[in-house]
């Protein structure tokens, strides 16, 4: 019941849309472009490497075969895997699709069961976690090339983490990780980059109190687990 997905999109802003989507139900594989009824810019281009030309006989969400096959799967048994997927669902939220299943999101939860790592993207999981070194054989069952910020190679990838997460944790805890804020032990980045977010309160808190007053994009989890060190003063 589990189906491993990711988006690509026209930006990150508010008003950006999806222009393609990656899904793995079980052995299915599906793949489609999107038309987002708007330009790609050449910054989200320079990542994805879908262009408006590309684009340009693609249908609309609507009416896709994208569409179609999530209105079929978003039931409550099903369970969406997918590498920061609020920003996936926000996305599939603005088409009209409010997923109904349960979600695991292998970016929280890598934060969550691996708190000393330098970074948590899905590139730097992949090399973090050594999946490269197996990584040929997955690709080559499902059929699947290893194009990076490709939506069907990020989902598989996705897929591999996911199976890594299994060895530190089952199913229930990684859908309950997924639901709630994770409290991160050490600061990300910055001039106390991997100090014990703990300590740089006691030590500096009007540096963590700037950080929450002026990153306005930070990572929920982090502005969450700064908010929690700062309270416990």
């Not at 920061?84 to 009209?96: I, S, T, V, W, Y």
Request: include cysteine; glycine fraction near 4%; proline fraction near 4%.
């Amino acid at each position: 019941m589990l189906i491993f997905f990711d988006t690509e999109t026209t930006g990150l802003e508010v008003g950006d849309r999806l222009c393609a989507i990656g899904l793995i139900d079980g052995d299915e594989i599906h793949y489609e472009l999107i038309n987002p009824l708007k330009k790609v810019p050449p910054s989200a281009s320079a990542i994805h490497h879908i262009t408006n030309e590309m684009l340009k006989d693609a249908p609309v969400f609507s009416v896709s075969k994208s569409h179609e096959k999530l209105a079929l799967l978003n039931t409550p048994e099903r369970v969406l895997v997918s590498h920061n997927a609020p920003f996936d669902l926000a996305m599939l939220q603005k088409e009209g699709i409010t997923w109904q299943g349960k979600v695991i999101d292998t970016l929280k939860c890598s934060k969550a069961l691996m708190d000393d790592l330098d970074g948590y993207s899905l590139q730097f999981l992949r090399y973090e976690l050594r999946l490269y070194r197996n990584e040929e054989d997955v690709f080559r069952s499902y059929g699947i090339d290893i194009v990076p910020h490709h939506p069907v190679s990020d989902a598989l990838h996705a897929k591999m983490i996911y199976e890594y997460l299994l060895d530190l944790s089952d199913d229930k805890s990684l859908i309950e990780m997924s639901k709630s804020h994770v409290l991160l032990t050490r600061l990300p980045f910055g001039k106390y980059a991997k100090k014990r977010i703990e300590e740089i309160a006691l030590k500096d808190a009007a540096y963590l109190k700037w950080m929450l007053e002026s990153l306005m994009d930070m990572d929920e989890d982090l502005r969450y687990s700064i908010e929690h060190h700062l309270r416990s003063l």
